[in-house]
C-alpha cells in the first residue's frame, strides 16, 4: 500500500533490551523524520535524515540509533531501553525540508512501553 | 531557542460553538506554519498550512487559521465545532535554517454533543 508504515504497532519491552522501530515510505521522499510524543510536550524531534546515508540529531537523540541505507526505510533503534523511552514513536516523511511541498506525513505510530 | 506555544491545553465545547485555538512562535525569520490534527487513536494529518501570500488559510473540514506576523500567532478557528471535530490539534513551525518542525505542545479539543 502507498504512504508511510510503522511497525511494531505495539511493543512492550524490558529495561536494557535493544528495541528497533521500523519505518517504510513509498513516496522517495527524501527527508524522514523521528518524533516521540509525550504528554505536556507534543512531539520532539529525535533524528532526521536528508537523503540515504545522511542522518542528523534532532532535539532529543541520546540513547537512540538510526540507519537509513536505502531511501524508503529508516529504522529506530534504542540500544538500551530506559523506562523514560516509553512513548508513542512517529515516523514522517516529506518530499522537502523548506519551502512548498514541505509538509510532513505521518505514519500511525508505534506505542513503546518499557517496563 | 525557537518554541512554539500553545496556550490551551484543554479545550471543552458544544456543538455549533465556535472554536479558536491559539498557536504563538518565537521565531523572527521567515516561517512555514502548519496545524496538524490527531483524532483518536490515529495518526497526525494536516488540517492547513501558511507558506506565503494571503495571511487568512483555509483548510480541511471547515477549519481555518489566520497569520498575524506583528503578533507571531497563527490561531486556527472554526465557526461551528462537530462531535467528529473531538481530536489534539498541534500547531507546528518551521523556520528558514532549522532541520524540521517545531511542534506546540497540543491542545485537547473535547465537543459535546
Known amino acids: 500500500d502507498a504512504g508511510i508504515t510503522q511497525s511494531p504497532r505495539y511493543k512492550i519491552t524490558e529495561t536494557g533490551r535493544q528495541v528497533t522501530l521500523m519505518c517504510h515510505q513509498t513516496?522517495?521522499?527524501?527527508?524522514m523524520f523521528w518524533y516521540r510524543q509525550d504528554l505536556g510536550h507534543g512531539l520532539r524531534l529525535i533524528y532526521y535524515?536528508?537523503?540515504?546515508?545522511?542522518?542528523d540529531k534532532g532535539e532529543v537523540p541520546d540513547g537512540y540509533v538510526v540507519s537509513r541505507s536505502k531511501t524508503e526505510n529508516f529504522p529506530l533503534t534504542l540500544e538500551s531501553a530506559t523506562r523514560s523511552q516509553t512513548s508513542v514513536y512517529f515516523c514522517?516523511?516529506?518530499?522537502?525540508?523548506?519551502?512548498?511541498?514541505?509538509?510532513?506525513?505521518f505514519g500511525p505510530g508505534t506505542r513503546l512501553t518499557v517496563l | 531557542a525557537q518554541s512554539v506555544s500553545q496556550h490551551n491545553h484543554h479545550v471543552i465545547l458544544s456543538e455549533a460553538a465556535s472554536l479558536e485555538l491559539g498557536c504563538n512562535y518565537s521565531?523572527?525569520?521567515?516561517?512555514?506554519l502548519f496545524w496538524y490534527v490527531q483524532y483518536p487513536g490515529q495518526h497526525l494529518q494536516l488540517l492547513l498550512k501558511y507558506f506565503s501570500g494571503d495571511p487568512l488559510v483555509k483548510g480541511i473540514k471547515g477549519f481555518e487559521a489566520e497569520f498575524i506576523k506583528s503578533k507571531f500567532s497563527f490561531n486556527l478557528r472554526k465557526p461551528s465545532v462537530q462531535w467528529s471535530d473531538t481530536a489534539e490539534y498541534f500547531c507546528a513551525v518551521f523556520a528558514t535554517g532549522r532541520r524540521a518542525l517545531t511542534f506546540g505542545s497540543g491542545t485537547r479539543l473535547q465537543v459535546q454533543p
Open positions: 513516496w522517495s521522499h527524501s527527508y
Open positions: 521565531y523572527g525569520g521567515t516561517v512555514n
Open positions: 514522517a516523511s516529506s518530499e522537502r525540508l523548506a519551502g512548498s511541498y514541505n509538509e510532513q506525513f
Open positions: 535524515s536528508a537523503a540515504a546515508d545522511i542522518t
